[in-house]
């Protein structure tokens, strides 16, 4: 684990739950975080369309194809395994953030009804999501 300090801040770089584990109990004002997300696939996303197909003289999209396995740190063997997971590291985060503190989590926008619901057993109430349009993910 590293420990990047100044006067003022810590960043923690490591296992998370290794690290949230060993943080005292309402310690942190924020906790950012972009956990496994669970979406990966055996899937590849053609970014281009075939102008003979499509009768035009160039692609209509270009661009990378998209390659949506991410790899075996984003894969769960069922929706089950990932809710155990997510709230396993959930939990952790709420037990560390002050009263008053946020939570600012990147996740799976078909999924996150499913953090809501287990924010809401921790006592927690999510005020508004945010959205963040990448215009080419």
């Not at 939990?91 to 809401?120: A, N, P, Q, T």
Request: glycine share 8%; charged share 25%.
């Amino acid at each position: 684990m590293l420990a990047f300090q100044n006067k003022n801040h810590t960043i923690y770089q490591g296992d998370s739950l290794e690290i949230l584990k060993g943080l005292s109990d309402n310690s942190v004002d924020m906790v950012f975080s972009d956990p496994h997300f669970g979406i990966s696939q055996e899937i590849t996303i053609c970014r281009q369309r075939n102008p003979k197909k499509y009768n035009t003289k160039r692609w209509k999209y270009q661009g990378k194809d998209i390659n949506l396995d991410f790899g075996v740190w984003d894969k769960f063997d069922s929706l089950k395994d990932f809710l155990i997971f997510t709230e396993g590291w959930f939990k952790e985060c709420v037990r560390i953030c002050r009263e008053g503190g946020h939570l600012v989590i990147f996740f799976d926008k078909f999924k996150i009804s499913y953090l809501i619901e287990i924010g809401e057993r921790y006592g927690l109430k999510a005020l508004q999501p945010l959205f963040w349009l990448k215009t080419n993910p």
